[in-house]
């Protein structure tokens, strides 16, 4: 058989030959510092609750936290994210149990500052898990009020901040959120706390698992949440989002959902060079989950090579429920 041409004097392969040299020329390398754990809470005592959509991931009553929070110092993941499962009965139209000092994510915090100091806890800032009707914002005849929301959430990011939280999360969406927050937080002495701005956060499919973690209502109306959270068709408003909220104080900024929006996290990356992170969200999570269960996928295998793709695409940290299996699977390698 004759070749045509001459042949090439590069030969890629010879750098994909051994482990050891694929080691020395890898371009991104995960780690379990790349990796931030989401923990479910509910009320109650003695508690560990499964989550039908959610295999193998449960809620925690505070005196069962141990059990997870023991696993995540052990396999030093640097950050928490706490996400309440708030009972029927103090869910209310606007939301009011987000400013009780004494709900499950106060005590919440509380109680890990006693016991860990390892690691950073982050919260969520967003009235969906307190609300009535599900939305992350006061609803008034059909429609999201804005301004009279961010008020709220100023003061839930204080109530939160005064508890212990390290990292404030707004994930709610409204307009200028971002500066209040900041100006509030400078002003009463919180100067080092940080904001963690959900500075693109899509209204995606992808988030139904969650909403039944949380039990918050699917009863969102014709529009859902898309009055608020971005079109899953547009790109560049992601970059006015992002910048608007860098402008206004954000320490970090988070894209989600994950690797359906990978290109929304490179071009934001590459654009604002700015500490990124992304959020491999529920949807995708259960889906692997059923895949690995039904023997389509290899579970270590497909846990590192999906996490490896955040961090491919420019992600600093990635939020997933993964996290305490790829710390387990990275340190076993």
Not at 61 to 87: G, R, V
Not at 134 to 154: A, S, W
Not at 158 to 183: E, N, T, W, Y
Not at 237 to 244: D, G, N, P, T, Y
């Amino acid at each position: 058989m004759k070749i045509l041409g001459k042949f090439p004097s590069t030969r890629l392969r010879r750098v994909r030959n051994s482990d050891w040299v694929r080691r020395l020329i890898s371009e991104n390398n995960l780690s379990a510092n790349d990796l931030i754990l989401p923990i479910f809470l509910t009320e109650g005592k003695n508690k560990k609750e499964k989550i039908k959509t959610m295999p193998g991931i449960y809620r925690y009553s505070l005196d069962k936290l141990s059990s997870i929070l023991d696993e995540a110092e052990k396999f030093k993941i640097p950050m928490i994210a706490l996400f309440p499962n708030t009972s029927n009965h103090k869910r209310d139209h606007n939301g009011s149990e987000a400013l009780n000092e004494n709900n499950l994510i106060c005590r919440a915090i509380k109680l890990i500052k006693k016991k860990y100091n390892k690691f950073g806890i982050m919260t969520d800032v967003a009235l969906d898990p307190y609300t009535s009707h599900g939305h992350d914002g006061l609803l008034h005849k059909g429609k999201i009020l804005n301004d009279e929301t961010v008020k709220i959430l100023v003061k839930q990011s204080l109530l939160q901040a005064q508890m212990g939280c390290d990292v404030i999360a707004p994930s709610d969406m409204m307009d200028g959120r971002i500066g209040k927050i900041r100006k509030a937080l400078d002003k009463n002495n919180f100067k080092n706390v940080q904001i963690l701005s959900y500075a693109a956060k899509y209204a995606s499919n992808f988030y139904g698992p969650f909403r039944n973690a949380i039990s918050a209502s699917n009863n969102l109306g014709p529009n859902k949440k898309k009055s608020y959270q971005m079109d899953y068709n547009n790109n560049n408003e992601a970059l006015k989002e992002v910048s608007m909220d860098i402008k206004e104080g954000a320490d970090i900024i988070l894209i989600k959902p994950g690797m359906p929006y990978l290109d929304v996290l490179n071009k934001i990356k590459n654009t604002f060079n700015y500490p990124t992170f992304s959020y491999q969200v529920s949807g995708e999570y259960s889906m692997l989950m059923k895949s690995i269960e039904e023997g389509y996928f290899k579970k270590e295998d497909i846990i590192i090579e999906t996490l490896s793709c955040f961090k491919r695409a420019g992600a600093d940290a990635i939020l997933t429920y993964f996290a305490l299996e790829a710390a387990k699977i990275l340190r076993q390698k």
